[in-house]
């Protein structure tokens, strides 16, 4: 690559960090292992790979910054769950004043983006300036935060853009681990994001709440944080990664895959915590090679990295330190063969793409 990328992350778990381990997002990532070592953090989450300094050396431009919870119930252990939808909309408003409060009170490094002329002054402002704000879209990720399906306009009066309405078993839709299809709620749900142009996230869902979901959604769709199945036959929760048809599915919706950067994601039977020098920055490009295969290019390919999701430094690859080092992945792809405009495409151009017809006008 002759320039530095735009890349943009289409899935950090921010707010949930923040609020569970305490972690500074706006500090560098060696002050914050060095925090943090010997922590509860640590030993729940990894080794933190994620700071606005990295972001800033990588070119990171713009992030999906999720609202995250988790039911109690669900097989998936978690540090922040809820057993009712009162439960949960607390957490999920938790995260959401973490989120404006944050970026009211920097505005010199994050910058909330919520409309078309918000993504493109952003642009703008990566383009001419040494250290502009990085740029946060909200994502709601699992729906039980939202009480009724109406309540979907509320939350995007606030600024939620995007919303998967599964992580485990949610009311809205079975998941990760507890597979199963959209419920009667979860149509209602998508009803309501086609009316107000929110745009739909199909990750955790089941193929079957895929297929459904397909067939009702109207508007944008992506896959924020997904892998294809198709390279890992002997993952544990296999509905967790696209088939086949949902990859192909997604890219003739003009939707957009965003890789999860995981161990577990890229080598088949990962296991926590097992020797990371196994996987290497030639499994990130395997995946991509076999998504842009099956789609039949590179327009639908990014990256949604998931780091700090549930896991850090020792479930990512080698040649990954921390967030700064995303643009080795670019190196990996050039010596794989591809171009540099497909390199910028899957870092940041397909997601520009998409973004500047899924959010609204003003």
């Given at each position: 690559?002759?320039?530095?990328?735009?890349?943009?992350?289409?899935?950090?778990?921010?707010?949930?960090?923040?609020?569970?381990?305490?972690?500074?997002?706006?500090?560098?990532?060696?002050?914050?292992?060095?925090?943090?070592?010997?922590?509860?953090?640590?030993?729940?989450?990894?080794?933190?790979?994620?700071?606005?300094?990295?972001?800033?050396?990588?070119?990171?431009a713009?992030?999906?910054?999720?609202?995250?919870?988790?039911?109690?119930?669900?097989p998936l252990?978690?540090?922040?769950?809820?057993?009712t939808?009162?439960?949960?909309?607390?957490?999920?408003?938790q995260?959401?004043?973490f989120?404006?409060?944050?970026?009211?009170?920097?505005?010199?490094?994050?910058?909330?983006?919520?409309?078309?002329?918000?993504?493109?002054?952003?642009?703008?402002?990566h383009?001419q300036?040494?250290?502009?704000?990085?740029?946060?879209?909200?994502?709601?990720?699992?729906?039980?935060?939202?009480?009724?399906?109406?309540?979907?306009?509320?939350?995007?009066?606030?600024?939620?853009?995007?919303?998967?309405?599964?992580?485990?078993?949610?009311?809205?839709?079975?998941?990760?681990a507890?597979?199963?299809?959209?419920?009667?709620?979860?149509?209602?749900?998508?009803?309501?994001?086609?009316?107000?142009?929110?745009?739909?996230?199909?990750?955790?869902?089941?193929?079957?709440?895929?297929?459904?979901?397909?067939?009702?959604?109207?508007?944008?769709?992506?896959?924020?944080?997904?892998?294809?199945?198709?390279?890992?036959?002997?993952?544990?929760?296999?509905?967790?990664?696209?088939?086949?048809?949902?990859?192909?599915?997604?890219?003739?919706?003009?939707?957009?895959?965003?890789?999860?950067?995981?161990?577990?994601?890229?080598?088949?039977?990962?296991?926590?915590?097992?020797?990371?020098?196994?996987?290497?920055?030639?499994?990130?490009?395997?995946?991509?090679?076999?998504?842009?295969?099956?789609?039949?290019?590179?327009?639908?390919?990014?990256?949604?990295?998931?780091?700090?999701?549930?896991?850090?430094?020792?479930?990512?690859?080698?040649?990954?330190?921390?967030?700064?080092?995303?643009?080795?992945?670019?190196?990996a792809?050039?010596?794989?063969?591809?171009?540099?405009?497909?390199?910028?495409?899957?870092?940041?151009?397909?997601?520009?793409?998409?973004?500047?017809?899924?959010?609204?006008?003003?």
């Amino acid at each position: 690559m002759t320039t530095k990328p735009f890349i943009i992350d289409s899935h950090l778990d921010l707010a949930w960090n923040a609020l569970t381990f305490g972690r500074d997002y706006l500090q560098p990532v060696a002050v914050t292992r060095q925090q943090e070592r010997g922590s509860d953090a640590v030993a729940r989450n990894g080794n933190a790979m994620n700071g606005l300094p990295e972001w800033r050396s990588a070119g990171v431009a713009l992030l999906f910054a999720t609202l995250y919870a988790a039911p109690a119930s669900a097989p998936l252990g978690t540090a922040a769950s809820y057993e009712t939808a009162e439960e949960a909309h607390t957490l999920y408003r938790q995260q959401l004043h973490f989120y404006h409060r944050w970026v009211d009170e920097n505005p010199e490094s994050l910058t909330l983006i919520t409309t078309r002329p918000q993504l493109e002054a952003l642009i703008a402002r990566h383009e001419q300036e040494a250290a502009p704000p990085v740029g946060l879209i909200l994502l709601m990720e699992g729906a039980d935060g939202i009480r009724t399906p109406e309540e979907a306009e509320w939350w995007a009066d606030k600024g939620v853009r995007m919303i998967g309405p599964a992580w485990s078993a949610t009311r809205y839709a079975g998941g990760t681990a507890a597979p199963g299809p959209l419920t009667p709620l979860g149509e209602a749900l998508l009803d309501v994001m086609g009316q107000l142009g929110l745009i739909l996230d199909l990750s955790h869902l089941s193929d079957e709440g895929i297929e459904m979901a397909l067939d009702r959604a109207t508007g944008p769709l992506m896959a924020s944080h997904c892998a294809a199945r198709g390279l890992l036959p002997a993952s544990q929760v296999p509905e967790r990664h696209l088939s086949d048809a949902a990859i192909r599915a997604i890219a003739a919706r003009d939707g957009v895959i965003g890789l999860p950067l995981g161990n577990g994601f890229l080598l088949d039977g990962w296991i926590d915590h097992r020797d990371r020098r196994r996987v290497t920055l030639a499994h990130v490009v395997d995946q991509i090679d076999y998504l842009c295969d099956q789609i039949g290019d590179t327009d639908h390919v990014g990256i949604g990295s998931d780091f700090d999701g549930g896991f850090g430094l020792e479930s990512v690859p080698i040649g990954l330190e921390s967030s700064a080092d995303l643009p080795r992945i670019g190196d990996a792809l050039a010596d794989r063969g591809y171009s540099d405009a497909s390199i910028y495409a899957i870092f940041g151009g397909n997601w520009r793409r998409f973004l500047r017809h899924a959010l609204p006008a003003e």
